[in-house]
């Protein structure tokens, strides 16, 4: 089965672009896809059954979006890689 975790939108601690502000999807797009490079450069490439990728989600405000990883629940390399994204992801820029 499919499911995913979400990473955040940056590095835990660095800000980010909000939802609401000028060109906050292209910022936030941006952002994101830094990000995955940067977990990508810490952590590896992900293995089969897993994907890193930005994802849409509502609010009361906006659309925001967030690096998630997708995995496979019956695929444990899939699973730990996942894991080790929300646990080891980079904190700031600089950090990998």
Not at 8 to 24: H, I, L, R, S
Not at 63 to 70: A, F, M, Q
Request: with cysteine; proline share 7%; charged share 30%.
């Amino acid at each position: 089965m499919r499911d995913f975790i979400e990473i955040g939108p940056v590095p835990a601690d660095e800000p980010c672009a909000q939802v609401g502000e000028e060109n906050y999807r292209e910022k936030a797009y941006k952002e994101c896809a830094r990000f995955i490079e940067l977990i990508r450069t810490k952590l590896g490439p992900e293995p089969k059954k897993a994907r890193l990728a930005i994802k849409a989600f509502p609010h009361d405000f906006g659309t925001y979006h967030e690096v998630v990883c997708y995995f496979d629940t019956h695929n444990s390399e899939s699973v730990d890689y996942a894991f080790r994204c929300e646990s080891d992801a980079p904190t700031t820029w600089e950090a990998a």
